[in-house]
């Protein structure tokens, strides 16, 4: 490798599994639901975010200190000299692209981050920059339009890479390609990668176990291979006869709400409702499996095994920028804990493995699985209906929707759930950033407050049981409660907060149930408790 386009070919090759700060990928059209297309966003960090290379304050100064020492001990690991002063030069070079990464929350706004460019465009933005050279090894050549996220940043950091030294390029690739690898890489290699991505940032004591670590191997790469054996043995078709009835119940009650909202106006309502009815369910599992028989698995060759499959991965998904969208494909295998909402398919979708306890039982009290799995398809449904879901139609196009002053109104009241969230403070000095999280609480504060309504609707009328002295409502919350438990070691718990767009399960379970006048029943909540909030403060959106 002697100069920057040779690098960028390199960065660009399928199975390379390097990073850099501009990243390519394939994925769906958000203005045209019927097409893929080919996205760029950037990227480049080894640190979880870039507030790691800004902060001050705190842990941030050590975390980097030992984060250069761990790159100069890697290096020297797989044999190169010089590790510390190249760990410093890399250290160098990921400030800068930190120093042009968009702040997080700016970076889930889909009103900014749809940047549909031409080819000529885009080599217009660093003429410098070797962008044919880079479409062409990734086998994208012939992409004539891309989606690029953060727009603004993708000049600075095309320049910063044609102007940082190619020997510090290739010491920067050198580090990010074992670290990718390091699980298929000799045990002393992975245990140095483990020491600070797990140990320090993550604040884990130790690995999991070998076979763990096999089976999630085999997890990412075959998923929906295992997905089959794992429907088999533990999603009985009972379960989503249940759950459709359970999505419907949902459905009536979000509709009846959207009926009854007084900051939302008429005209939008029928918008609303047509979003409301066009929503997909999708449960358990997909209908057609993903045909696995063209990768290659070599047994004893672990390494090629994983390069194989993202070479596999990678070129399937090149391969569909020549066809329509598939509407029935999964975007999480059948046996992943969570579930998703795709704008752009307008759908809603629940793997197997979330519907099992504790957030579903078809053997359980309906106020349980309301309080649990209830709220979850209430939260989904929600992010149809959040501060960036709410900017697709029904029929899966990102586009203005709704009326000006809707719009106005929506802000302001989601505004003050952002204000609500953003007063929680899981570390000292570091609070929730509200508006980083504020589609997921959107999400947990309509999908409760649906759940606690179709609950009632499924009773048709009649009261609750009283359960070994605890009411039907008692059991609703508790049932919320119940899938929210987590356990966050400091280290764990800070990477969330500074990096992801959902609250931590605590404030997921608090958050919300303030915000309903049925849970200061159920539990005879007074002024006098940490989570109550005055009537006039509480917030309703759906
Ligand atoms: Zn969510």
């Known amino acids: 490798m002697q100069n920057h386009e040779q690098a960028i070919r390199v960065i660009a090759s399928p199975g390379i599994s390097v990073t850099s700060p501009i990243a390519m990928y394939v994925g769906l059209d958000e203005r045209n639901p019927n097409r893929y297309i080919t996205n760029m966003s950037h990227s480049g960090l080894g640190l979880p975010e870039r507030e790691y290379y800004r902060r001050t304050d705190g842990v941030f100064p050590g975390l980097r200190e030992q984060y250069v020492a761990h790159m100069g001990r890697t290096l020297e690991l797989v044999g190169q000299t010089g590790g510390a002063a190249k760990a410093a030069a890399v250290m160098a070079f990921e400030t800068q692209i930190a120093e042009r990464h968009w702040v997080r929350a700016d970076r889930r706004d889909r009103s900014r981050t749809y940047n549909l460019k031409t080819r000529a465009e885009i080599r217009a933005l660093a003429p410098s920059f070797p962008w044919d050279a880079a479409f062409e090894a990734s086998g994208l050549g012939g992409a004539q339009e891309v989606v690029i996220s953060e727009l603004s940043a993708m000049g600075p950091l095309a320049e910063l890479f044609m102007a940082t030294p190619i ?27 483990f020491d600070f991505h797990g140990r320090v940032l993550n604040g884990q004591p130790q690995q999991r176990e070998r076979w763990k670590r096999a089976v999630a191997a ?21 379960a989503k006869a249940q ?11 979000y509709g009846q709400r959207i009926d009854a909202l007084s900051w939302m106006s008429a005209e939008t309502k029928v918008a609303a409702r047509e979003k409301l009815a066009t929503f997909r369910p999708k449960i358990g599992y997909p209908d057609r499996w993903r045909d696995y028989s063209a990768l290659e698995v070599r047994a004893g060759d672990a390494f090629g095994n994983s390069k194989r499959a993202q070479i596999f991965d990678w070129e399937e998904s090149v391969s569909r920028l020549d066809r329509p969208t598939d509407k029935d494909e999964w975007f999480m295998t059948p046996q992943t804990v969570n579930a998703y909402y795709n704008p752009v398919f307008n759908e809603i979708v629940f793997p197997a493995a979330i519907l099992q306890p504790p957030f579903f039982d078809p053997n359980a009290d309906p106020a349980v699985n309301y309080g649990g799995i209830g709220g979850v398809i209430g939260h989904e449904m929600g992010h149809g209906f ?20 809707d719009v106005r109104r929506f802000e302001e009241v989601t505004g003050r759930l952002a204000d609500q969230y953003s007063a929680f403070e899981p570390l000292p000095g570091l609070p929730i950033n509200g508006r980083l999280t504020l589609g997921e609480n959107i999400g947990d504060n309509g999908g409760l407050q649906v759940a606690y309504h179709a609950y009632a609707i499924s009773r048709g009328g009649r009261e609750a ?37 959902h609250s931590p399960g605590m404030y997921r379970a608090n958050g919300p149930v303030r915000n309903m006048d049925a849970w200061y029943a159920a539990f005879d909540v007074t002024a006098e408790d940490d989570l109550y909030l005055p009537p006039d403060q509480r917030v309703t959106i759906w």
């Open 218 to 238: 085999v997890n990412g790469s075959l998923g929906e291979a295992v997905g089959q054996v794992y429907v088999q043995r533990h999603f009985p078709p009972a």
């Open 167 to 193: 020997d510090t390029i290739k010491a920067y690739l050198s580090y990010h390609l074992v670290r990718n690898n390091a699980s298929v890489l000799p045990s002393n290699i992975d245990a140095e990668i």
């Open 243 to 253: 759950m459709l009835e359970l999505v419907e119940n949902m459905r009536t009650a």
């Open 386 to 405: 959040d501060d960036q879901g709410a900017k697709s139609d029904a029929q899966g196009v990102l586009r203005d929707w709704w009326n000006a002053e």
């Open 465 to 501: 049981q009283v359960i070994d002295g605890v009411t039907g409502d008692q059991r609703f919350f508790l049932g919320w409660a119940q899938v929210w438990r987590t356990l966050f070691r400091e280290e764990a718990l800070r990477n969330q907060v500074l990096n992801g767009p």
